[in-house]
Every structure is written in C-alpha cells, then in structure tokens.
C-alpha cells in the first residue's frame, strides 16, 4: 500500500515484543509466525466495452492449527500480498484471543469497486470463488470467508451461492462463508456485530475503575466524546451503539472530510446526508473540517478509527489528544506510534481484541449452517412458558400484578438476535479481562496489544503441542 512499510513485518515486529514474554522454543514460535500458504493468482475479466482485463487476487492461510480457517475478503485497488498476510495473520490471533476455534485467512482482489458495474462485480467475486474452490481454497471445513473492506452481503451471497453450484448435494455447503444475508443461511446480527463489538469492549474499559482514574476519566461510557474515522460498516455501527450507550459523537472523518459538532452528531442522520449528497461536509449544526486526517488529532476522549491500517504513524501520534484509542480497523496503528502512545498513558484497545465481534458472530453463523437450524427455535416457547411460570408465582407471593407491557418484557424467551448478541457480549467481556489480567500478571508487558499477543501465541502455541507437533 503505498506511503507505508511492509504490513506484515508490522504484525512481525509485534509478534517478536510479545514473543519474548514466553519461553516456548524458537522452532515453535516461527511455526506459529509465518503464513503457512500464499495463493497468488490471476484471472481475465471482459468489460463491458469488450476489452480484457486482468484481475490480481489472493488468498492467504496463516495457521492451519485449527481448521478451517477464517478471515473476511477485501476488495480494494491497494490490496497487495503482505497486506493480505499480516490481516491473515491478525485473523489467527484474534480467533485465539475470543477462543473462535478457527485458524486465520483472509482474501483480497486488487480492485475499486465503485469502477464496476453490479454485473462484472458479481463475476469477479464468482470467479474468485471458482478459482479457490479449484485449488481446496474454499469449504465449511477448510476456509471459510466473510466481508471485509469493500465487500458485504452480497458478495458473501454470490461466493455461497457459486460453492454450492460447484458441490451439489453438499448438505454444509452454506457454512462455506459467512456475512451472508438472513435469508441466505445468514445470521441475525452479524452485519453490526464488529460494531456491537467495540461498544462492549469500550464499556468495559471505562468500567475499570483503575484505568479510568490512571487516565483521569471518569468511569464509565456516559458522557464520553469519541471521533469516529469510517463510516463504513464497522465504524457506522460502533458509533450508533456508543451513541445508544451515552457517548457523545463528536466528530465523524470519511476520505471526502470530516465533520464535528461538541454537542453531537448523529450517525444514522449523517450517512443520510452523505447519501443524499454525495459528501459528509456541510451535514447541518456541523463544522466542517477540509482535511479529513486532521480530524484524528481533535481533543476527545475515545478515537475510533475504523476505516483502513496505518492512519496513525510516528509522524501524527505526537498530535493525538484521545485518551483512549478503540481500533475498529485492522492494524491502524504502526510499530513506532505504540511507544508514542504509551508515553503518553493512552489507554489502546488492540483491534486484534476489540474488532473481534465479527468474527465471533461469524463463528454462530457457521454453526447454525452446520446445525441447520435457527438459534432459539428449539427453547423459544420453552423458556417463554417458565419466565410466565415464574412471574405467576411471584404474583401469587406478592400479591403485585405485573402490567402486560411488563409481562411482554420479562417473559419473551430468546430469539436469534438475544441469544447472538449475548454470545458476543459474554465473548468480549471475558476476552476483555482476560488480557488484562495477562498484563497485570506478566511482568514487564507494556499494554493491551502486547497482552493480546502474548494470550494468543499461548493459545496457538498449546494447540500445536497438543497436536503432538512440538513438545
Ligand atoms: P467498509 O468498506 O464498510 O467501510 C470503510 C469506510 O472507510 C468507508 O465508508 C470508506 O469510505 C471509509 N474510508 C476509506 N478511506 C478513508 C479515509 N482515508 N478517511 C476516512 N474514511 C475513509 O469497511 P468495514 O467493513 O467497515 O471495514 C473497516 C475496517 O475494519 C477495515 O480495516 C477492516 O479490515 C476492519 N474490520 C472489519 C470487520 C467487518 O466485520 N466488516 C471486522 C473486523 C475488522
């Protein structure tokens, strides 16, 4: 990518930090770094006007210590090869910090998807499909994509839809991707589950009363102001669930500028305007703010950026007054503006913890492909009819009539949504304090990401001496 080092020694020199906080052999911790297959590969496009062109595309597959693998597939025109091996290698890590049982990949296509129409986009991505399906590159239990920057839905629909052509009769067939709509063997919830994510894992770093009064902040979410960068799918849905959860949105960044108004945007007002318009300046009651980057140096509390890796660097960290910084995107911040950070006493929650919200969800969509059933049909009723039950007695105790709006609220029984969402939150909370209790109770680690690290290097690394690999 340009204007940026090698992404992979990024992920690289932070794997060797936290490297050194274990005593594993330097066999196994090379196992557990290197990408254990790279596909490189090509294949021609004709365009509408009839012209040729080739389209560049990858797929990487870090660790196969657990399989499948995972990771989401990214459509953007400066994908290149170590950019797909450090977010494969993220994948592994992150699965391991939130203990998804999957071992980490991700995809990329070398292209802008605003330069296609619908019709080539949807044989780019089946070709793409068609070319990792060929080569055992695709598979409910081999490597299973989901969306990523650039990509959605949609093109999770076509690479299901183009897998289930190709293995007729495969009965798991669906669980060859996930991100896919409801519809199409999707999951209520995952498409705002990165989001939802991030909400839970800054909620719970503002409730550590240590780490507020260390930063001089008051506990809680409440009242906090945050800059969002990316109005994409991550950062639309962190900032609504923040918004929802009592933070305040200062300041919104996109590529065309940014936005900022002390009293509060509105995300979903924002995305409006930008649609209606075209652009995010001039959103009503709002300043507008040319270059978009500045809008990461504002004075506030959170920074969330949530679009691509590698927006804060030595050269800005000096200028960043966040006290908190919630990494929506992957890797966006570089080695050198870490111990910037630290020097500062920020507080940074690593995006291989606090973007694993999609992952997680994803993992539920996978298992409810392989189970073919929706989560909650089988105790829905059930659990309704025990929750009456109970509210039944209570009255007969007390004497006290509940109301029917109080009644419909209690004793509802989960449904899909419940019971995702609070798989997710039950998943960020104890990955939350489990890497604080690693930094708390390893001496010398400096932060979260190194904690991070050192959690999963520990987890891989039991999993390959399980698997009778290593000693
Ligand atoms: P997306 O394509 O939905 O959104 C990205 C947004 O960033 C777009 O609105 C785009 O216009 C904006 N953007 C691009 N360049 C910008 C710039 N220079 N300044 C400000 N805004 C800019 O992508 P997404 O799925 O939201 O992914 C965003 C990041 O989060 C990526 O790093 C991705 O790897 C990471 N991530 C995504 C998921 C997921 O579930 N989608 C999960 C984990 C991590």
């Given at each position: 990518?340009?204007?940026?080092?090698?992404?992979?020694?990024?992920?690289?020199?932070?794997?060797?930090?936290?490297?050194?906080?274990?005593?594993?052999?330097?066999?196994?911790?090379?196992?557990?770094?290197?990408?254990?297959?790279?596909?490189?590969?090509?294949?021609?496009?004709?365009?509408?006007?009839?012209?040729?062109?080739?389209?560049?595309?990858?797929?990487?597959?870090?660790?196969?210590?657990?399989?499948?693998?995972?990771?989401?597939?990214?459509?953007?025109?400066?994908?290149?090869?170590?950019?797909?091996?450090?977010?494969?290698?993220?994948?592994?890590?992150?699965?391991?910090?939130?203990?998804?049982?999957?071992?980490?990949?991700?995809?990329?296509?070398?292209?802008?998807?605003?330069?296609?129409?619908?019709?080539?986009?949807?044989?780019?991505?089946?070709?793409?499909?068609?070319?990792?399906?060929?080569?055992?590159?695709?598979?409910?239990?081999?490597?299973?994509?989901?969306?990523?920057?650039?990509?959605?839905?949609?093109?999770?629909?076509?690479?299901?839809?183009?897998?289930?052509?190709?293995?007729?009769?495969?009965?798991?067939?669906?669980?060859?991707?996930?991100?896919?709509?409801?519809?199409?063997?999707?999951?209520?919830?995952?498409?705002?589950?990165?989001?939802?994510?991030?909400?839970?894992?800054?909620?719970e770093a503002c409730n550590e009363p240590d780490e507020m009064k260390r930063l001089g902040l008051p506990l809680g979410l409440d009242g906090k102001t945050i800059v969002v960068q990316g109005l994409?799918?991550?950062?639309?849905?962190?900032?609504?669930?923040?918004?929802?959860?009592?933070?305040?949105?200062?300041?919104?960044?996109?590529?065309?500028?940014?936005?900022?108004?002390?009293?509060?945007?509105?995300?979903?007002?924002?995305?409006?305007?930008?649609?209606?318009?075209?652009?995010?300046?001039?959103?009503?009651?709002?300043?507008?703010?040319?270059?978009?980057?500045?809008?990461?140096?504002?004075?506030?509390?959170?920074?969330?950026?949530?679009?691509?890796?590698?927006?804060?660097?030595?050269?800005?960290?000096?200028?960043?007054?966040?006290?908190?910084?919630?990494?929506?995107?992957?890797?966006?911040?570089?080695?050198?503006?870490?111990?910037?950070?630290?020097?500062?006493?920020?507080?940074?929650?690593?995006?291989?913890?606090?973007?694993?919200?999609?992952?997680?969800?994803?993992?539920?969509?996978?298992?409810?492909?392989?189970?073919?059933?929706?989560?909650?049909?089988?105790?829905?009723?059930?659990?309704?009819?025990?929750?009456?039950?109970?509210?039944?007695?209570?009255?007969a105790a007390t004497g006290r009539k509940f109301t029917e709006l109080e009644r419909a609220s209690i004793a509802r029984g989960p449904d899909e949504q419940d019971l995702v969402n609070s798989g997710?939150?039950?998943?960020?909370?104890?990955?939350?304090?489990?890497?604080?209790?690693?930094?708390?109770?390893?001496?010398?680690?400096?932060?979260?990401?190194?904690?991070?690290?050192?959690?999963?290097?520990?987890?891989?690394?039991?999993?390959?001496?399980?698997?009778?690999?290593?000693?």
């Open positions: 990518m340009s204007g940026q080092a090698n992404f992979f020694d990024q992920v690289t020199q932070y794997f060797s930090e936290a490297a050194k906080f274990t005593t594993y052999p330097q066999g196994l911790l090379e196992q557990i770094r290197v990408c254990n297959s790279v596909y490189r590969f090509d294949f021609p496009l004709r365009r509408a006007g009839g012209e040729i062109e080739v389209i560049h595309a990858w797929r990487v597959e870090h660790s196969q210590h657990k399989m499948p693998v995972k990771g989401g597939i990214r459509f953007s025109p400066d994908v290149y090869e170590e950019e797909v091996m450090a977010l494969a290698a993220l994948m592994t890590y992150k699965c391991a910090i939130v203990d998804v049982p999957f071992g980490g990949a991700k995809g990329g296509i070398k292209i802008d998807p605003k330069n296609y129409p619908i019709d080539e986009l949807e044989r780019i991505t089946r070709r793409y499909a068609l070319e990792l399906t060929k080569k055992h590159f695709l598979g409910p239990g081999i490597d299973v994509p989901a969306p990523d920057y650039g990509t959605g839905e949609r093109e999770m629909s076509w690479i299901a839809d183009t897998y289930a052509a190709l293995n007729p009769g495969e009965l798991d067939a669906l669980g060859c991707v996930t991100g896919k709509p409801v519809t199409q063997g999707g999951v209520r919830g995952r498409k705002e589950a990165t989001g939802r994510g991030l909400y839970f894992a800054l909620r994409g799918n991550v950062g639309y849905h962190a900032a609504k669930f923040c918004r929802e959860g009592g933070a305040i949105l200062l300041a919104i960044a996109e590529r065309e500028g940014a936005i900022m108004n002390p009293k509060g945007l509105n995300e979903d007002e924002v995305f409006n305007h930008r649609k209606a318009t075209g652009s995010i300046l001039n959103f009503p009651g709002a300043t507008n703010i040319e270059n978009s980057a500045a809008a990461l140096e504002l004075q506030c509390d959170v920074l969330l950026p949530a679009a691509l890796e590698s927006v804060l660097t030595k050269e800005n960290a000096p200028r960043i007054k966040a006290k908190i910084l919630l990494e929506g995107a992957n890797g966006p911040t570089t080695p050198e503006a870490d111990p910037i950070f630290r020097q500062k006493g920020m507080l940074v929650i690593p995006d291989i913890y606090c973007n694993a919200g999609g992952v997680t969800v994803s993992y539920f969509e996978w298992l409810k492909n392989l189970s073919h059933v929706r989560f909650g049909r089988m105790q829905k009723r059930h659990e309704q009819a025990n929750e009456l039950a109970m509210l039944k007695a209570i009255e997710l939150e039950e998943t960020m909370i104890a990955a939350f304090h489990d890497l604080l209790k690693t930094q708390r109770e390893t001496k010398g680690i400096p932060d979260l990401r190194i904690a991070a690290f050192v959690s999963a290097i520990h987890k891989v690394a039991r999993s390959y001496m399980e698997l009778g690999i290593f000693p």
